[in-house]
C-alpha cells in the first residue's frame, strides 16, 4: 500500500470527506483528491495533521508499518494531545518534546567507522564503564557479554564485531550511557541513536529517523595516509602529470 492509499483508508475510516479533510486542514477538496491519486505528495505539516486527525502513527502513515497501526498514538506528556515523530514541539500546549530524551532508552548504532583502532580501544573502554557499573540496564552484544564472563574483554574482543558495520553497539542504554559513547567515539565513527521501541532490527531502524540530539553530528575525522600510501599517490600524480604533458 502506497501513501496515497494510506491516506484515502485513514481518512475514511475517521469518517471525514474529502471536503472535511480539506476544512480541518486549509487546503482545497481538490488538493486533497491529488493526494489521494497520487498525483502530488502532502508536505510534512499536513502529515503530521493529518496523523492527529486520523489517530494513527507517523510510522504507519509514512512508511506502511503494519504493527504501527495498532500501536497507541504517542501522546504529548503535558496536555496528552496526539503527537507525532514529525513534531518537535506539542502543537496543543507548545510543550517541547526533546525534553523526553533524558527519560528514555536508546539503541546506538555504529553507522561508519573511519578510524577503527580509536573505534575498537575506545569502545571497549565504553564497555568496560558500562560493566562495572552495578546498576546498568543496557543490553550490551552476545559476543561481548560471553569475553567478559570469560574475564577477557579487551579491545580485541570487539575487533571482530566492527567488521561490516552497521552494527548495533547498545540496547535499552539510558540516556547518559549514549551520551558517554558519543563522548568517546564520535570524532571516529558515524553514530546513530534511535528510540528502545523502534526494535534492534538493522532493517527496521533503518526505516525510523535517529534522534539527532543522540547521534552524531561533526564529520568523523578521517584516517591520514600510511606512509605507502602517500608515496604511491605521489608517484601516481606524477606518472598522470607526464601523461598530460606528453600530450601537449
Not at 474529502?18 to 508536505?43: F, H, I, Y
Not at 552495578?134 to 564485531?161: C, F, K, Q, W
Request: proline share 4%.
Amino acid at each position: 500500500m502506497e501513501l496515497y492509499e494510506r491516506i484515502a483508508l485513514a481518512r475514511k475510516q475517521a469518517g471525514l470527506s474529502q471536503e472535511q479533510l480539506g476544512e480541518k486542514l486549509g487546503v482545497s477538496r481538490q488538493a486533497v483528491s491529488k493526494w489521494e491519486s497520487g498525483q502530488t505528495n502532502p508536505d510534512v505539516a499536513y502529515l503530521a495533521e493529518m496523523c492527529r486527525l486520523f489517530g494513527v502513527s507517523s510510522d504507519w502513515l509514512l512508511l506502511g508499518e503494519e504493527s504501527a497501526l495498532e500501536r497507541t498514538p504517542a501522546r504529548c506528556p503535558g496536555c496528552q494531545a496526539i503527537v507525532t515523530g514529525l513534531d518537535r514541539f506539542c502543537p496543543n500546549c507548545g510543550r517541547s518534546l526533546a525534553e523526553r530524551l533524558e527519560d528514555g532508552t536508546y539503541t546506538l548504532v555504529i553507522n561508519h567507522i573511519t578510524d577503527s583502532k580509536m573505534v575498537r580501544d575506545r569502545l571497549a573502554q565504553f564497555y568496560r564503564e558500562v560493566l562495572q557499573d552495578e546498576t546498568y540496564s543496557a543490553v550490551l552484544p552476545d559476543a561481548i557479554l560471553r569475553d567478559a564472563e570469560a574475564g577477557v574483554l579487551s579491545s580485541h574482543s570487539v575487533e571482530n564485531m566492527l567488521l561490516f558495520p552497521p552494527v548495533i553497539l547498545i540496547t535499552n542504554a539510558s540516556y547518559t550511557t549514549v551520551q558517554r559513547a558519543l563522548k568517546l567515539l564520535h570524532h571516529f565513527a558515524d553514530l546513530r541513536s534511535y528510540p528502545s521501541d523502534a526494535g534492534s532490527d538493522l532493517e527496521q531502524l533503518s526505516k525510523r529517523s535517529p534522534v539527532d540530539d543522540l547521534s552524531s553530528r561533526e564529520e568523523p575525522r578521517r584516517e591520514p595516509l600510511s606512509f605507502g600510501a602517500a608515496v604511491g599517490a605521489v608517484i601516481l600524480g606524477l606518472i598522470v602529470t607526464v601523461l598530460l604533458l606528453s600530450f601537449l
